[in-house]
Structures are given as structure tokens and as C-alpha cells.
């Protein structure tokens, strides 16, 4: 059995072996970290091949003559799966800590769904073709439905509804419509280096099909497709974490860098423009998504739109279809994956710990909470592209792309979307280190509130807050240390990217 094989295999089995011990909780959570553990030193050791240029394949099942369902590793695939692969054992730990503390219920359906949900993921990072990549996409979307709706409310219904809705309904309406039509044109469904179109093909045809295949794919959360990913915030942390910063939403993102490239291909789209359009969505997604996060008090869904205008960065850097565009969109996928689970664990930690959820309420806990307090600083100057963080070189390269592409407007909206990070990520840790903390709630109302569906409490002032849960403290700070690391260490990644462009 070869090792592409295998990536799918070991999660599959870890989610049987979840389901099977159940009744013990030790034993469940030693499953867990078992195969995640395994899953990322399968992936890591495809890495030396890739990089030497192979790439290992295997055919899962034959379908129809021409269209199987196969793995194919190359560089894009191989950095997607090496990201969350990692990230699925640093969150297996958060998650732990944080469902012991929570005292979560239905916490085997819960890590065994997070199985399936990786071994979907690698699905999509090693898929050979469009129809393999629809296959596990799909899967991806209904194994993370009940990560979702996990709490059991009505408010988590209600969201679990938006997300299905969103996310089949663009796969259903967009995607396997684009699909079908590439079949008709091409014969084919393979993933090629330069595309697989034609010049016969008309300009307009190929428009068409590629805005089908962008707004199809609903995880990339380009707007107006973006609702499901705040909605999908009453999921406990860990989902939120792990699936809405890196599995799920990266996988969006993957699909339309993957689709770009090897679907119609970096000159096609440079000498037909079809992807012109799209640049300026996702500028305004970009931008858009920076203003609302702004105006959002509860942390989860002011991290969730960040989530939405961060995405869009890899967009713009894709359709800008040059070296340094695509360079900065694969880069970015790392560097914000890193950041961003970083600051979505810190806000379960302070959750945990103190039961507060709004940004408004945080005034003075870094002086109870330094560590989780200080991760989240180094989280939020990730993301937003400061040095010594590794963000600064996606947002570099995606820079230099738009310069290269004589798009200064594109420059401009870079700029301001920076700007706009600072303004609605670091109140967040200047007051928690800098401002008196508060004896009751800021709003001053004395009502409970509610963590978007995972627990209620007062809102009254702990004074004798501490740290989360060891296991929780342990991954923030994982994660915060690996934004610092890919500063100073970008090459493994860097040179995945270099083979494609």
C-alpha cells in the first residue's frame, strides 16, 4: 500500500477506532492523537519526493474510462496537506483540554467526525482530478455538519442549515455544473500543469466556466457566498480552529488555486484576463470583510470575518496570474492558517477560562492571562503581516504580484485591508495588557450571555482568573511559535510553490 493510499486510510481507521472506544475517554483521545501523529509522518514523508520533483500516485477506483477516482501528489497538494496534517495534531491536543473543561457532550461523534473531515481534506489536497477533488469536497462539507451543529441548539441548527444550504448549494448550482461542462469540452478532468483547454475554446466559454468554477466553490468564501463561515461560529472552538481557519475554508481557497492552475493555467488566464473580474470580488471581499469584523464585539465572529477578507488575499494573488501572485497566495495559505488558529485558540482560552466572549469585556485579562493574552498578540501580528511573523512574506510576494500586474488600486486595497487589521485585531491585546480590567461587564446590564451556542454564564468579573487548561495553553503556544518559525524557516514551502510557477 503506498503512502497517498494511506493518507486516507489511517484517518478512516482513527474514526472507526474513535466510534469503537467511546466508553473510554482516554483510550479515544490516545486513538486521536495517534493517528494524527501518524497522518502528518505519512505526509511528511512524501515531502523529500515532491521536492525532487515526483509524484507519487494512486487509483482508489476506476469510475468511468477517463474519469477515476486517483491521488496524485504534487507541490500545491503536498503544502495544503503538510498544514493541516500538523495542525490536526496541535488541534487534537486544544481540543482535549478544552472538551474535558467544557465538559462537552457527544465528544465521540465529535473527534470522530474530525477524522473523517481530515481524511477529506487529504482527498482534496492529493486529488489527481476535478471529480476526485468534488468527491472529497462534498464529503467534506457533510462531515463537518455535525462539528457545526454540535451544540445541539437551535441557534447551531439554524447555522448548521446556512452551511449545508451555502456550501451544497454553490457545489450543486456552480461547481458540478462547471464540471460537467469541462468534460464536454475537454474529455477530460485531469489535473495538468498549463491547463487543459484549448485555443478553440472560446474567451467568453472560458469566462463562464471559470466564474462557475470561483463562486462553486462556496468554502472560498468570496462574497456574496460568505455567510456560512460566521454562522458556522457556534461551533465549539476546536471546529472553529481547525476547520473554519485551516481544513475547511483552506480547502476553498486550495480548490481555485489548484482549478487556476492546473485546469486552465497561469498564461491562459494572463493572456485571456478572464480572472480580471474576480480580482476586484475579492477586493472588495477583502475590504468588506475588514470593515464588518470591525464592528463586531463577540471575538469568534470578529476573528470569522477576518477569516472571509484573509481568504479573499489568496484570490487576488491567484488571479493575478503571475509567479509572484500565485507564490504569495500558496505562502498565504500557510502563514494565515498558522496565525489564525492561533488567535481562534486563544479566544476558546479565554472563553474556558473567564466565560467572557465579547471584545468589549477583555479590558486588563492580560494580566491574568499572560501567556494565552501574549499568543494572541503574536497571532494578530501574523496576520497582519508584521515582521518577525510569517505572514510578512505571503503578504510580500502577493505585493510584488500586484506591482508586476501594474494593478496599484490592488497595492492600494493591500495597504488599507493592513491597515484595517490593526484597527480590529490589536485593541484586542493592547487592552488586555494595558487597560484596568473591570469589576462587571461593560455593558453594565447584568444579563448572561451566551457563547455562541457552546455555554452561558455571568458575565460578572472573575478576579481570580488563571490560564486555561494546560493542554489548551500548550497548543496556543505551538501555534504562536510557528508564526514566529516560518519567518525565519519559509523555504520548505517556498520551493513547493517555486515548481508550480
Known sequence: MNAPTLTLLLPLAGAILIALSGRHPNLREAVTLVTATALFAVVLSLYPQVAAGARPEALLVETIPGVPLALSVEPLGMLFALVASFLWIVTSVYAIGYMRAHGQHHQTRFYACFAIALMSSMGIAFADNMFT??????????????????????????????????LLGTSLAFQLVAILWTWSLTGTLDFVPGGIFQDQVPTTTLGILFALYIFGIGKAALMPFHRWLPAAMVAPTPVSALLHAVAVVKAGVFAILKVSVYLFGIDLLTETGIGQWIMYVAAFTILAGSLVALRQDNLKRRLAYSTISQLSYIVLGTMLANAAGIIGAGLHIVMHAFGKITLFFCAGAIMVATHKTKVSQLHGIGRTMPITSFAFLIGALCVIGLPPFGAMWSKWYLALGAVESEQLILVGVLMVSTLLNVAYLMPIPIQAFFAASKENDQSGDGQKYVCDGEDEHSADWDTEIKEAPTLCVAALSISALGCFLLFLFPEPFYWLIVQVV
Do not use: D, W
Not at 468527491?135 to 452551511?163: C, D, M, N, W
Open 133 to 166: 477533488l468534488f468527491v472529497f469536497y462534498e464529503l467534506l462539507t457533510i462531515s463537518t455538519y455535525p462539528l457545526v451543529t454540535h451544540a445541539g441548539t437551535e441557534q447551531a441548527k439554524r447555522a448548521g442549515r446556512v452551511y449545508l444550504g451555502l
